[in-house]
């Protein structure tokens, strides 16, 4: 079911779409061309090849952020999924982070191309990719299921969401490297669970180096805390969805 109800997502975000794929792949490029004329001539930061950095943490911060705004309500859109067929409700917030990450995967072969035109050299360090996406995936997944169920009692936490995913996105070094925030505040940039994971996007890939391995572990076991702890709020109220929708 998890499997059908992710290539239902990925069919309707394109059906009837004449570009397809492109699409989710052109917001982020045309994000990347407004922030990079914005950064590169009117604030002027200086990092070299910036379109590369910034679209490096754009893509995963576009699949965080969308894969919330959508998981959120994926309980209350499926109100009649839910109240006719008995199913794991999981499988409905899951298969949005899913289908959301699958065209996160798409993109990021789009953007190693862009490595390739803008002969920016791909390190050993890529090898950790995977590790990096795992644990991005496992935060998102957790605090979706989280979401989505506390939307299903509390409506108002869906525009809640949305105003704090404004804000995140500017806590989070995404426009500009962590190395940047001035040393008397970075702690509190530090504390952004988002921040040493799009870090470590940025040091594989942009950078070419290995994560900073102390702030990446304890990343990853605050991943996997999200993760079981969504899932099991998510199990504790689960059974009162078809009443509440």
Known sequence: MLRNLVI??????????????IWSFLNPMLMMLVYSLLFSTVMKIDIENFQIFLLTNL?????FQTSLSSASTSIVNNANL???????????????VTSNFINFLLSLVVLLVGYIIFRVPLGIALIYLPLVLAVEYLFTAGLSLFLAAMTTYFRDIEHIVNVLLFA???VTPVLYPLSKVPEQYRMWFELNPMSPIIDAYTQVMYDGI??????????SCVSVVVCVAGMAVFGAVKKGFAEEI
């Open 82 to 96: 839910v109240k006719k067929v008995y199913f794991p409700r999981e499988i409905l917030p899951l298969s949005v």
């Open 168 to 170: 995140w996105f500017y």
């Open 59 to 63: 893509l995963p911060w576009t699949f």
């Open 8 to 21: 239902k997502e990925l069919s309707l975000r394109y059906k009837r779409s004449f570009l397809g794929f």
């Open 210 to 219: 290995f994560p900073h391995w102390e702030s990446f572990i304890i990343i």
